[in-house]
């Protein structure tokens, strides 16, 4: 059963810092460019993050210098650490290999 799984998320305050992670299962990794994407209430869901097997990087203006992608492979595991978070970043974030779609895991930044 191919399964990803986020979590991490939570309410921070502006400048705060979270990680989120996101657990494959099945054959949901291997081979995959794992991506992070975000959707603001109201809003379009909005490409975030994106890393290849190989480990070669693409983030969205918006984050880049702030938030960093990372995998690990031997667990199935992809990150997304997030720092100096700003209001603008609260949304429900997910990832996905491009087939499948976790569930999504909330980030709420306060002012």
């Known amino acids: 059963q191919v399964q990803l799984v986020e979590s991490g998320g939570g309410l921070v305050q502006a400048g705060g810092s979270l990680r989120l992670s996101c657990a494959a299962s099945?054959?949901?990794?291997?081979?995959?460019?794992m991506r992070w994407l975000r959707q603001a209430p109201g809003a379009e869901r909005e490409f975030v993050a994106l890393?290849?097997?190989?480990?070669?990087?693409h983030y969205a203006d918006s984050v880049k210098g702030r938030f960093t992608i990372s995998r690990d492979n031997a667990r199935k595991t992809v990150y997304l650490q997030m720092n100096n978070l700003k209001p603008e970043d609260t949304a429900v974030y997910y990832c996905?290999?491009?087939?499948?779609w976790g569930q999504g895991t909330q980030v709420t930044v306060s002012s």
């Open positions: 996905s290999n491009g087939d499948y």
């Open positions: 099945g054959r949901a990794f291997y081979g995959y460019t």
């Open positions: 890393i290849r097997e190989g480990g070669s990087t």
